[in-house]
């Protein structure tokens, strides 16, 4: 009974832990939405904003995949 509670927590931390990925994908949707806004107002200046929008993607990215490293954690290392 004891080892069942441990794994439903382990589990419903996981499933906790992966809302971070939807943060992420949300935060990229908001990220390249603005950019092609901005660059659709501004075709001169979008090319100086590529390297700053390929810089967010990386550490949007990162959290996503930081977020899903804790969930694999939870589910097979404790």
Known sequence: MEQAIVDAGKYIGAGMACLGMGGAGVGLGSLFGNYLAGAIRNPSAADGQFGRLIFGFAVT????????????LLIFAV
């Open 61 to 72: 990215e990162a959290l996503g995949i930081f977020s899903l490293l804790i969930a694999l």
